[in-house]
């Protein structure tokens, strides 16, 4: 059975700093890309970043490039989103998403074949 398990939201100050994780079973880690959408109330949810496990090539969204970070650690299967710097607006659901090469790899934040049950990030102002 796939999984997508993600922790570390929380409730954080502007200015402050959260490490997301996202712990993946079921398929082969690295025949995948893994990465990060958010989704604020009333909004359509959106990508963030990605990484392929592969070769650890990333891609980040505008929102998210000088200050947010992702990485993975395959002896663990887990990827993480280091958030620093973090304002309101950032204040969103996180989800973990997951899409096979063979499928396109979360090109343009695209298809995904998995997504995990996503966890809440508050900035406070």
């Known amino acids: 059975e796939v999984q997508l398990v993600e922790s570390g939201g929380g409730l954080v100050q502007t200015g402050g700093s959260l490490r997301l994780s996202c712990a993946a079973s079921g398929f082969i880690f690295e025949d995948y890309v893994i990465g990060w959408f958010r989704q604020a109330p009333g909004k359509e949810r959106k990508g963030v970043s990605y990484i392929m496990i592969k070769d650890g090539s990333t891609h980040y969204t505008d929102s998210a490039k000088g200050r947010f970070t992702i990485s993975s650690d395959n002896a663990k299967n887990t990827v993480y989103l280091q958030m620093n710097s973090l304002k309101p607006e950032d204040t969103a659901g996180y989800y973990c998403?997951?899409?096979?090469?063979?499928?396109?790899?979360?090109?343009?934040?695209?298809?995904?074949?998995?997504w995990g049950q996503g966890t809440q990030v508050t900035v406070s102002s």
């Open positions: 998403a997951a899409e096979s090469l063979r499928n396109g790899g979360l090109t343009d934040f695209g298809a995904v074949d998995h």
